[in-house]
């Protein structure tokens, strides 16, 4: 449980005595030893207690006994037993990202317990306040209290690293679980959040308050079970948005005769009071003390960020002389007003904080300011160091900056990492522009992210991939800046091409599609043709072209950016990126459906890996051609060069150029995929099933989204439905359908809703045609020929059973012309049977021979292909057709041939179908 530390004193004092009545005096000296603390106190960490132990219907644990104390009155038992070793803990499923508060809310219990009432009836509540008041504190414990409320979780979304408005939709889905894959971010999120119970809560809006509001106003309009609790220094401006301007901490009246007692009721000095005991062991609260401490409480306006950084200086300063150099800085500043009025009391909170350093911490802080997330204290001296300030005057001095609560040092499980507050690097950036060292620093920092992506890429082989990324994802928001910076018109463009090209392979191992795509089209813009090489150029155009088809398909630009490539490859002389080129316009062909110009591109494949004497090259190209043999419908020779691949091709598949690949697919996983379709159409049902077992198994390991969502839409499902496994194809569409929308895969989650069509179709079950329409919009706009006409021809059959026998031969029409003029041989049969079952249910008499013609002609095709599941399906429909008019023994033939040849898969609902016409 999240207990604060005098809260869990008093827990503790309590369940030593169960049952007893612990005074109010003991457990106050129990929780504030040696000090004098209000009843009050006790009060709140009792009724903090209550809150988290006694849920709604739930026994209770603490009895008050009035005048009193209190009595712990729910059993409690002890035991010698040690506890579980840590590897033994059984996982919780994670429900929020909220931090582990490290200290105790001062004074904020009624208006955080408001603040909680108020998200029940306003969908969007939002803190306001000057910075440092302690907003995020505030809205933190108001999360921590309605967590149980929502189903799907709370989620912190930090917004402060975020320099660029399109970014809010992307920081938000990464909160949230999603990986950002989308093309468009903003519609994946909103189509991940509906349907969901939970509280998103923003975190400082300021700087970003229009895109902010623009996305809060879409999340709310389309996900009624999301509310929204933001911070800010100034409210969001939409509609029903339920503002609370947080005031500062309760502090006495100057003119309070106040003793040590009557100082620690006001939440301010409380505060102050806590930090300084922290910072200082010894430190006490006298009555001498007291009206000067509550006079700098008072003076900071009751900001809890200034009274925390005064109470960390009771170590250096006594308090009349910490009271003393407050006053002069307050009116030096009120002479100087920096920026707006909400700004000017924590600029004058920093601005005394900053003059108390020393000349090389002064400069350290100014220069550490360029850095957006975690760094290294290398990092630092990369950056920060010169001939001004040493790498070992950079340790001493961040040392004094971590003591001094202006820099946080965080221990990950690599080394410590260092970050500046918001508000610290806010201040620290303008101090470093007026000394006019920030082009200079900014250009640092980008030469040295560059170089720090460079490293993280040469160490994947090293860590591993989950090691190396959760050792270098934290880099983002950097590589991030340093990408604005390079881009922006006082940046370098030869820089900013060097950064692009550096990150791509980070980008593919983040998963980070959008991401790469937008920044390759920049670096792709017409201004910058001076600064990039020609090989930058094809690296660029691979990336774009790559990060194109996997999220929105297969669409001509994907094409003329790897004919781009291919055409600079040649020109270079460079036959690896020939290669790659080539193979990204396989693929491309293969998405659209244009096997036949899919196999002229892997006949070049082999020729350029003959060309090299290239082994591996070879046994590649066998790969892509067995895939395109597979749509051709030449089942034998595909099987043969899948086969053959997957017996020579090593475990993994690395891009080529120096292992900096281009969001490959594993060519393994692609040829299993196609290799267990082949068997499935070739009648080696149980094969099939292993090979689709092994693929998934093989995709989930690989730690990307991808390859996951293709095994199971591709392979898994259309064998799971066409042989009978409804559950089983129900639990994967389940899955894949949210996996996909986590992932902002919204491409992928369309195909996965056409393939629960067709599993409703043969299941047996209704179809919303609406829905289903807009699904095969979505496949259609994205050109991905492979899946469209089956889905067209399902389609055809949801119109028929609605009763309109002449557009669901239509749409059979058209799936079967689309699949001959590309080259989509294997689904013909199938599409001819569909095409027959459409005219025997047309109620139109005298056309049974229309129908008789289709499957005469499905199972010639299926034989000549040796399809020899098509033939089945074909040849049973044909011999229900023929019974139904009187038998025919040409139909009795055709199915006892076809169900002769199989040798495995007799449990299959095509089986099972025709065992029983045959029998």
Not at 5 to 27: F, M, N, Q
Not at 145 to 156: A, C, I, K, N, Y
Not at 650 to 656: I, L
Request: charged share 25%; glycine share 8%.
């Amino acid at each position: 449980m999240r207990v604060g530390g005098r809260a869990l004193d008093i827990l503790t004092a309590l369940v030593e005595r169960p049952g007893e009545l612990v005074s109010k005096r003991d457990l106050m000296s129990r929780a504030w030893p040696d000090i004098v603390v209000e009843e009050g106190n006790l009060k709140v960490n009792i009724a903090s207690l209550r809150r988290q132990l006694e849920g709604p219907g739930e026994e209770r644990f603490i009895a008050t006994i009035i005048g009193r104390g209190y009595r712990f009155v729910s059993p409690v038992q002890s035991t010698e037993a040690s506890l579980p070793a840590v590897h033994d803990a059984v996982a919780v499923t994670r429900d929020h990202n909220l931090p582990l508060a490290a200290t105790r809310v001062v004074g904020r219990s009624e208006i955080i317990a408001d603040i909680a009432a108020e998200l029940e009836d306003h969908r969007l509540v939002t803190v306001v306040g000057p910075g440092g008041i302690g907003k995020t504190t505030v809205a933190c414990a108001v999360a921590e209290q309605v967590l149980p409320r929502f189903e799907h979780g709370v989620w912190l979304v930090d917004l402060s690293p975020l320099k660029e408005a399109g970014r809010v939709s992307a920081a938000i889905a990464a909160a949230v679980g999603m990986t950002a894959h989308s093309a468009n971010m903003e519609a994946a999120l909103l189509e991940y959040l509906r349907g969901r119970e939970m509280l998103l809560m923003l975190d400082s809006c300021e700087h970003l308050i229009d895109a902010v509001a623009a996305n809060v106003g879409r999340i709310l309009a389309s996900a009624p079970g999301v509310r929204v609790l933001s911070t800010s220094r100034e409210p969001l401006g939409l509609g029903r948005e339920r503002v609370r301007r947080l005031p500062g901490l309760d502090a006495p009246d100057a003119d309070a005769m106040l003793t040590a007692r009557d100082a620690m009721t006001y939440p301010a000095v409380e505060l102050f009071v806590e930090r300084a005991m922290d910072r200082l062991e010894t430190f006490r609260l006298t009555d001498a003390d007291a009206p000067v401490v509550a006079d700098i409480c008072r003076r900071l306006d009751g900001l809890a960020l200034a009274i925390e950084l005064a109470a960390t200086r009771v170590d250096a300063f006594g308090l009349a002389e910490l009271r003393e150099l407050l006053g002069d800085r307050f009116r030096v500043l009120t002479s100087r007003r920096y920026g707006p009025d909400r700004h000017q009391t924590l600029t004058a909170t920093i601005d005394w904080s900053y003059d108390l350093l020393s000349p090389g911490e002064h400069a350290l802080l100014r220069r550490l300011s360029v850095f957006a997330g975690p760094f290294t204290l290398a990092s630092a001296v990369a950056v920060a160091a010169d001939a001004t300030i040493t790498p070992g005057q950079i340790a001493q001095d961040m040392a004094n900056l971590v003591a001094k609560s202006l820099v946080a040092a965080e221990a990950s499980d690599f080394e410590v990492e260092y970050r500046l507050f918001d508000t610290t690097r806010s201040y620290a950036q303008e101090r470093l522009a007026e000394c006019g060292e920030l082009a200079r620093l900014r250009r640092r920092h980008a030469e040295h992210v560059a170089t720090l992506v460079a490293q993280a890429n040469l160490e994947l082989v090293q860590l591993g991939e989950r090691a190396w990324i959760a050792s270098h994802r934290r880099k983002i928001d950097d590589l991030r800046v340093a990408l604005a910076w390079a881009f922006g018109a006082d940046g370098d463009a030869a820089l900013a091409i060097t950064l692009t090209v550096a990150a791509i392979p980070f980008w593919e191992r983040l998963s980070l599609l959008d991401e790469c795509r937008h920044a390759a089209e920049q670096a792709l813009a017409a201004r910058f043709d001076e600064s990039r090489s020609e090989r930058d150029e094809l690296i660029l155009c691979l990336a774009h072209g790559a990060a194109l088809l996997y999220t929105c398909g297969p669409l001509p630009q994907a094409k003329a950016m790897f004919s781009r490539a291919l055409d600079l490859a040649e020109k270079l002389g460079d036959l690896d990126l020939r290669v790659e080129s080539l193979r990204k316009l396989s693929e491309h062909h293969l998405w659209t459906g244009d096997a036949r110009s899919s196999l002229a591109v892997t006949e070049l494949l082999r020729a350029t890996a003959a060309f090299r004497e290239d082994a591996a090259g070879m046994v590649n190209a066998d790969a892509h051609a067995g895939i395109a043999l597979y749509y051709l419908g030449d089942l034998a020779s595909a099987r043969e060069r899948l086969e053959s691949f997957l017996q020579s091709a090593p475990a993994t598949q690395q891009g080529v150029a120096g292992g900096a690949a281009r969001f490959e697919f594993d060519l393994r996983l692609e040829a299993r995929g196609a290799l267990a379709m082949v068997l499935w159409l070739s009648g080696f049902v149980e094969q099939a099933k292993v090979e689709a077992r092994r693929q998934r198994e093989e995709a989930e390991a690989c730690n990307y989204a991808l390859p996951l969502c293709a095994s199971i839409v591709l392979v898994s499902l259309p064998i799971q439905v066409f042989t009978g496994e409804f559950a089983a194809a129900e639990r994967d569409l389940d899955f894949v359908e949210a996996y996909a929308a986590t992932h902002g895969l919204p491409l992928w989650r369309a195909m996965a809703a056409c393939m629960r069509v067709k599993w409703r179709l043969d299941s047996g079950q209704p179809v919303d045609l609406q829905d289903y329409r807009a699904d095969l919009a979505k496949i259609r706009d994205g050109e991905l020929g492979t899946r469209y006409p089956p889905f067209l021809a399902n389609y055809g059959e949801v119109l028929l059973n609605g009763g309109d026998p002449e557009g669901a031969l239509s749409c059979v029409d058209r799936a079967i012309s689309l699949y001959s003029g590309s080259g989509q041989l294997w689904g013909i049969p199938e599409m001819l049977r569909m095409k027959g079952g459409y005219i025997r249910r047309s109620g139109v008499r005298g056309i049974e021979d229309a129908a008789a013609r289709c499957y005469r002609e499905a199972i010639d095709i299926a034989r000549h292909q040796g399809a020899l599941t098509w033939e089945l399906r074909a040849a049973t429909d044909f011999v229900e057709l023929e019974r139904g008019r009187g038998g025919s023994s040409e139909a009795e033939a055709a199915l006892a041939t076809a169900y002769a040849r199989f040798t495995e898969g007799f449990d299959t609902l095509d089986l099972r179908r025709a065992r029983a016409l045959l029998g």
